[in-house]
């Protein structure tokens, strides 16, 4: 039976793939997209999606909307992320108090709400490896501050009634794309990309997973209030990933002479902090330290179709090309 779903974020990544497989399903897709998106970005739905015309950030508008509005499930995708040129009062109303009126709206109707949160809510780097749903939580930048306030508003509506689950995605990876892989991948391309002479695992999550997830969780009977952390079923070397976008791109080896240091990388990271450029600090935390999570429980419960990075990866390899 088709279902009645609001989806926000389909002119982002994540939202975009989701709706594509929504439309198989047949199920009514209404999805609000901030006015002025380029129709390029959602060309290929425009006659199967119901487009409304609304800025999460426009509370009162947002509010009104939802009044005369009702839903089987929303899918809250959308969000203002992190190194766009907003003022905090944009981000905050933007990604918490929207949300917040999205989770009245599915109160009042008994509709599932499935939640797109970040693995950032343990911080860019996690205090404990591989991290967990127990890890503790670091606000340590203003959107990963967002993600984990809406995080808190989902647990608070559950003690009254809401149903509700949260998915945890780490970096994505996929064609269309242009983020973190895409750029790991461009400058190794270009021989701008170093690496510190240490260990490095980092934990990547192909586009594919998470729309599994959020496609499983519509299906079943999920307890309320459980999230989901999505990623790729094992960590991977970040030289090791190297090695294999340069093989891929270039038919060699990344070259072992551009390991440095680790103090090359401490000492950029400090002065951004200290210049208060959160952008710029995550850059060069993500290729110079750590980060992977536990994904276990997640594969146990949904259950997810296993993928390695190495070689899924081939994909971003593939697409860069055609680029």
Request: proline content about 5%.
């Amino acid at each position: 039976m088709a279902k009645k779903i609001l989806l926000t974020g389909i002119s982002g990544f994540i939202g975009r793939n989701i709706a594509r497989q929504l439309i198989q399903k047949k199920d009514e897709i209404t999805a609000l997209i901030r006015p002025g998106t380029s129709l390029s970005r959602v060309a290929e739905f425009q006659k199967k999606v119901n487009f409304v015309q609304m800025d999460l950030a426009d509370i009162p508008k947002l509010r009104d909307y939802l009044d005369h509005n009702n839903f089987d499930t929303i899918l809250h995708i959308g969000a203002v992320r992190g190194g766009r040129k907003f003022p905090k009062h944009t981000y905050f109303d933007a990604n918490v108090n929207a949300t917040e009126q999205l989770i009245l709206n599915a109160m009042k109707h008994e509709t599932d709400f499935l939640f797109c949160s970040s693995v950032g809510v343990f911080g860019a780097i996690p205090q404990k490896l591989p991290a967990d749903n127990r890890t503790e939580m670091q606000e340590d930048n203003y959107y990963h501050y967002t993600k984990i306030r809406c995080e808190a508003l989902i647990q608070k509506y559950v003690l009254y009634g809401l149903k509700a689950a949260i998915i945890r995605p780490s970096i994505t990876y996929g064609p269309g794309d242009f983020g973190f892989p895409f750029s790991l991948t461009k400058m190794i391309h270009r021989n701008l990309f170093v690496l510190p002479n240490k260990e490095v695992k980092i934990h990547l999550s192909h586009i594919d997973l998470i729309v599994q997830g959020f496609l499983k969780l519509m299906e079943s009977n999920y307890r309320s209030g459980e999230a989901f952390i999505v990623a790729d079923k094992d960590p991977v070397n970040l030289l090791d990933l190297a090695d294999f976008i340069s093989k891929e791109i270039k038919g060699k080896e990344f070259p072992h002479y551009r390991l440095l240091p680790e103090w090359c990388f401490r000492f950029p990271e400090t002065f951004f902090k200290k210049m208060k450029n959160e952008l710029w600090v995550s850059r060069f935390e993500l290729i110079s330290r750590s980060w992977y999570y536990d994904v276990s429980d997640t594969y146990n419960k949904l259950p997810l179709k296993e993928v390695q990075t190495i070689p899924a990866f081939k994909i971003i390899t593939d697409w860069y090309r055609k680029k």
